[in-house]
T-cell receptor
Framework: DQQVKQNSPSLSVQEGRISILNCDYTNSMFDYFLWYKKYPAEGPTFLISISSIKDKNEDGRFTVFLNKSAKHLSLHIVPSQPGDSAVYFCAAKPGYSTLTFGKGTMLLVSP | EAGVTQSPTHLIKTRGQQATLRCSPISGHTSVYWYQQALGLGLQFLLWYDEGEERNRGNFPPRFSGRQFPNYSSELNVNALELEDSALYLC??????????????FGSGTRLTVV
């Protein structure tokens, strides 16, 4: 039972364009939604998050959108840079509990 | 400030043996989490320790066990190793309470290879 789903294993984007990574969830008890970025041979690093009471959160080039009725969130990266090439994990959790991760989407930004 | 440190970086074991993985959280963090990342899969939750107590356990067999020490460091033990246990094992830490909207800080992981 996969509660957090990232249906696109990979995404290729040209430098300067927008990258949109998508994530769907099934558990309506999730309170927090987070995006992590992972480079090979490193641990995931926190990127941006949003609570269930909001529908948008922005931090520089990164914006996360939450659509609770559709149980869908997305991460927008504008403009995309080659250094953004990494695996992006969507994760979610109810209040006092543990993060459930999706399988990740590998983003490749080409010059 | 030191991040989450894990040791060893790499570990090679024979099927049937036991593996012990170690994790030191960020200073001031009392929660430690263990995740397994097997090839082609996402991060699968293993164990959560908070204030020395096991708070939650993922869907893994009992041969995966661990503990948290008084200084909040933690170790993960995997008994009777199977080939399918080959994976990257990630440790993370957070302040007590599950991390909230800021989530966890991860270490770089221990790559366990079972031959």
């Amino acid at each position: 039972d996969q509660q957090v789903k990232q249906n696109s294993p990979s995404l290729s984007v040209q430098e300067g364009r927008i990258s949109i990574l998508n994530c769907d969830y099934t558990n309506s008890m999730f309170d927090y939604f987070l995006w992590y970025k992972k480079y090979p041979a490193e641990g995931p690093t926190f990127l941006i998050s949003i609570s269930s009471i909001k529908d948008k959160n922005e931090d520089g080039r990164f914006t996360v959108f939450l659509n609770k009725s559709a149980k869908h969130l997305s991460l927008h990266i504008v403009p995309s840079q080659p250094g953004d090439s990494a695996v992006y994990f969507c994760a979610a959790k109810p209040g006092y509990s543990t993060l459930t991760f999706g399988k990740g989407t590998m983003l490749l930004v080409s010059p | 400030e030191a991040g989450v440190t894990q040791s060893p970086t790499h570990l090679i074991k024979t099927r049937g043996q036991q593996a012990t993985l170690r994790c030191s959280p960020i200073s001031g963090h009392t929660s430690v989490y263990w995740y397994q990342q097997a090839l082609g899969l996402g991060l699968q939750f293993l164990l959560w320790y908070d204030e020395g107590e096991e708070r939650n356990r993922g869907n893994f067999p009992p041969r995966f066990s661990g503990r948290q020490f008084p200084n909040y460091s933690s170790e993960l033990n995997v008994n009777a190793l199977e080939l399918e246990d080959s994976a990257l094992y990630l440790c993370a830490s957070s302040p007590t309470g599950g991390g909230g909207i800021y989530g966890y800080t991860f270490g770089s992981g221990t790559r366990l290879t079972v031959v």
